[in-house]
């Protein structure tokens, strides 16, 4: 990876339980989402190579707010990493709530580039991420489903994942593509650093 790497200064800039609250609704900004233990965290930090900024968003309390990144403050290059959803400890009630945040969010976000989907390959679209991508379907935003923990299958099984999700997506006739992902191991980060700064123009 060389040195100029764009993700490698990212920086936490502020965490919000409200939109109010958020950064001014310029430049653009992607969002991360994804069910809690899908590896959200994991995939932040390979990404910016960076283990605290995933610490940040851990800390307690602010599991539940919209973690935002900056990548380049000129630029005003953002991620919002959004509450993780399907906590099975977690109320009914403060479920709601964190659904009407994303929601609200998303519905509103003028500077919402695209949607980055992190699913664990094992697991993959679950009630909750068919949800986000009808949403990314009927709004016609770009979406990225990153299959993350590609490490615990075989490569002809990661394969084929792959390409289900991608097919999945055609036939809805959506802008949005599947790769195979590995917080761990790191395997798939050129592919997704490069969609990614594709979107942030870079
Ligand atoms: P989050 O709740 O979605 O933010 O998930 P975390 O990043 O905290 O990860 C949840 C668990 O999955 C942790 O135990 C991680 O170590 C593990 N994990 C995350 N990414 C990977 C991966 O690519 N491979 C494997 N094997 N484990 C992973």
């Known amino acids: 990876m ?109 500077s919402l580039r695209g949607l980055v989907i992190i699913m664990d390959i094992r697991h993959p679209f679950k009630e909750s991420d068919l949800t986000l991508i009808d949403w990314c379907s009927e709004t ?5 489903i990153v299959l993350n923990k590609s490490d615990k299958l075989s490569k002809s099984r990661v394969l084929r994942e792959v390409e289900k999700a991608n097919l999945m997506l055609k036939q809805m006739n959506l802008k949005g593509q599947a790769l195979g992902f590995s917080s761990t191991k790191t395997t798939g980060i050129e592919k997704l650093d490069e969609k990614l700064k594709r979107w942030f123009d870079v």
């Open 2 to 110: 060389n040195s100029r790497n764009i993700f490698f200064s990212t920086r936490f800039l502020v965490s919000v339980f409200s939109l109010k609250d958020l950064p001014t609704d310029i430049g653009l900004e992607i969002a991360f989402c994804g069910r809690s233990n899908s590896g959200k965290s994991s995939v932040l930090n390979a990404i910016t190579r960076n283990k605290k900024l995933a610490k940040t968003s851990k800390t307690p309390g602010r599991t539940r707010a919209i973690n935002i990144f900056s990548i380049d403050d000129q630029k005003m290059n953002r991620i919002a990493d959004l509450p993780g959803y399907g906590f099975a400890r977690v109320s009914k009630q403060t479920q709601r709530e964190w659904a009407k945040l994303i929601t609200a969010y998303l519905n509103s976000r003028q």
């Open 140 to 144: 016609n935003t770009p979406l990225l």
